[in-house]
């Protein structure tokens, strides 16, 4: 059951519009999506990179850079250690190559997922001792490393940390105290101390900042020249590490699609040819669903360093054999998906977890690399909190995504002596754990949660409730000055009531999805498609009219009013282009 909600947020919509020269319909969205100021509204329909922050707002930039440079004129060996994400694979190609540019002596490790695990740990800091290398530069990873950067001082190794994940604290009395780790800088907006205007930036535009303070503090003409394509890598990691788009995240997404969509970049351009994608159409949904995905199956079945080397690619024939074989690791790793979810959703019935507001799965066989994604699509399906473990080399492994309500690395750090390692932010997290501690963690989650029932409803937000035949070509076309859309920044909501649905048709080679021919109250067809669960819309139709309501609908004998929230877009077909309504809801 969701709960439906028309957003009231008050301004005087008129002024607006005429101010700037758009609708009051987009004059409501925009004030739905929080703002509220000339300044902002402004910056959120023509903002440029000249509107972002500067990099040296970051606590610990100016070090950085000071000790980068330094590390550069004594022709000192550094290591980039990344993460083996979308994010920490941008964030290591965007410090690699810059690097270079500045003429460092550099090179990259990337962790294995199951060897190594998440981040810094005492086998990279060997290695690193052993090959020769004098200074690490970690990125989307570091802030929670305070032991294995101590070894890392100990052998005599600099250690410049970016990051952006949560800092690690103790809570004393109600107070926090922070847990840095001693590295030479340590630049993470969440820092107390850092004074950066916009929290909720990834490790790749972190690293992208860095890039930034380098080449206008260097005045390196290579380096600038690249700045352009670094952008696109921050863009791909904002998109795909599942950050706000608002502020700033939002510009840089923006400008980052546009240079996008003619890439320079063999790697890109090769995995945007093998997965079928027009690159003048690339979108934020192509980073995060179609593109991202690719580049993560190799960290998830594989090795990461395999997404670094096809980024690399100096020809098309290179990047075009790299980016079919992650191609089909990705598909791979679909099938082994859709098998876990299926385990996942057995373990919640068989230990009858319905009474648990947070939901703490072991299923040792999946492999471990699956369990962020098996995570987050029992999420979705039941709205709870969701941890997944599973079985590793060294006792269990796990990843939790979470609600709005549940703050998950917060709720973690009250249970923290359950883990080995942990760490994460609001909605994701990472853990290691014993086999022997899960049933008294499932236990130690639940009580410690403050969760109320309210909070497992889905909440749905309309941004306008308008009739079906308000909306227009205009509409819609105006509507793209709202893209790119994503979290933060979901694609707009309307709403109407009491619909008649007259007739449908299932389409699709599976016919998986339907389009309804319905009837407005002012008497008008209209064409509604529906992309959703088919069998669940059916079952509501026969729950709600009778058993032979389904059929009746099917046969064009429909008369049954229904209220629905839907999107609207654009739908051209031999050389015609018409409004298409989206249902997303109904009730």
């Given amino acids: 059951m969701e709960k439906w909600f028309v957003a009231a947020k008050k301004a005087d919509f008129n002024k607006w519009a005429e101010e700037f020269h758009i609708s009051p319909v987009l004059a409501r969205i925009l004030r739905n999506r929080d703002l509220t100021t000339k300044d902002e509204i402004s910056k959120f329909l023509q903002g440029s990179l000249e509107d972002c922050y500067s990099p040296l707002l970051l606590k610990d930039m100016d070090k950085a850079v000071a000790l980068l440079k330094e590390a550069i004129r004594q022709d000192i060996f550094i290591r980039v250690i990344g993460d083996y994400d979308v994010d920490g694979i941008c964030s290591s190609y965007i410090l690699l190559k810059g690097l270079k540019l500045l003429g460092a002596r550099v090179d990259t490790a990337i962790p294995h997922r199951i060897h190594d695990g998440y981040g810094l740990n005492d086998k990279l800091i060997e290695e690193a001792k052993r090959d020769g290398v004098e200074m690490i530069l970690t990125c989307d990873n570091g802030i929670a490393a305070a032991s294995q950067i101590a070894l890392a001082k100990e052998l005599g190794i600099q250690v410049i940390v970016t990051d952006h994940h949560e800092v690690p604290f103790l809570e004393e009395k109600g107070v926090r105290r922070e847990l840095?780790?001693?590295?030479?800088?340590?630049?993470?907006?969440?820092?107390?101390?850092?004074?950066?205007?916009?929290k909720n930036i990834c490790g790749g535009v972190v690293a992208f900042k860095l890039m930034q303070a380098l080449s206008d503090n260097t005045e390196s003409q290579p380096l600038s020249?690249?700045?352009?394509?670094?952008?696109?890598?921050?863009?791909l990691a904002t998109v795909c590490d599942v950050m706000e788009l608002k502020d700033e995240n939002?510009?840089?997404?923006?400008?980052?699609?546009?240079?996008l969509r003619q890439t320079k970049n063999q790697g890109l351009s090769a995995l945007m040819e093998v997965n079928g994608?027009?690159?003048?159409?690339?979108?934020?949904?192509?980073?995060?669903?179609?593109?991202?995905?690719?580049?993560?199956?190799?960290?998830?079945?594989?090795?990461?360093?395999?997404a670094l080397e096809l980024l690399q690619s100096r020809t098309k024939a290179e990047a075009m054999s790299a980016a079919a074989q992650l191609k089909a690791l990705?598909?791979?790793?679909?099938?082994?998906t859709l098998k876990g979810v299926e385990q996942a959703e057995g373990y919640i019935e068989e230990h009858h977890m319905e009474n648990d507001k947070v939901l703490l799965l072991y299923l040792p066989d999946v492999h471990e690399s699956l369990a962020g994604i098996i995570a987050g699509r029992i999420r979705e399906k039941y709205n709870h909190p969701v941890f997944v473990l599973t079985k590793s080399e060294e006792g269990v492994k796990g990843s939790g995504r979470?609600?709005?309500a549940?703050?998950?690395y917060e709720e973690m750090t009250k249970v923290k002596d359950y883990f080995t390692k942990y760490g994460g932010h609001k909605l994701a997290a990472g853990l290691s754990m014993h086999e022997e501690d899960i049933e008294a963690l499932r236990t130690a989650l639940n009580e410690s949660s403050r969760l109320s029932d309210e909070d497992f409803i889905p909440k749905v937000h309309i941004d306008v409730p308008m009739p079906l035949v308000y909306a227009d070509e205009s509409l819609v076309m105006e509507l793209e000055r709202l893209e790119p859309f994503?979290?933060?920044?979901?694609?707009?909501?309307?709403?109407?009531?009491?619909?008649?649905?007259v007739s449908g048709t299932r389409m699709g080679a599976n016919k998986s999805f339907a389009r309804f021919t319905v009837k407005t109250p002012e008497g008008e067809q209209r064409q509604l498609v529906f992309f959703g669960d088919l069998d669940r819309f059916d079952r509501f139709i026969r729950g709600k009219f009778g058993e032979d309501c389904e059929e009746r609908l099917y046969e064009g004998k429909g008369e049954f009013l229904i209220s629905v929230v839907y999107q609207l877009g654009l739908n051209t077909y031999r050389g015609k282009t018409e409004v298409q309504y989206i249902m997303q809801h109904y009730c």
Wanted: net charge positive; hydrophobic share 35%.
């Fill in 180 to 198: 840095l780790p001693p590295a030479g800088a340590v630049i993470d907006p969440k820092r107390e101390q850092c004074d950066y205007p916009f």
């Fill in 225 to 235: 020249e690249a700045m352009d394509e670094l952008l696109e890598f921050a863009a």
């Fill in 250 to 259: 939002r510009i840089l997404v923006k400008e980052g699609l546009k240079r």
């Fill in 277 to 306: 994608i027009d690159c003048r159409r690339l979108s934020a949904y192509h980073l995060g669903f179609v593109l991202g995905p690719c580049l993560n199956a190799t960290g998830r079945l594989d090795t990461a360093k395999r």
């Fill in 330 to 336: 990705n598909d791979s790793r679909k099938s082994l």
């Fill in 402 to 404: 979470s609600i709005e």
């Fill in 406 to 408: 549940y703050h998950m």
């Fill in 486 to 501: 994503g979290v933060g920044n979901p694609k707009p909501l309307f709403a109407q009531k009491e619909l008649c649905f």
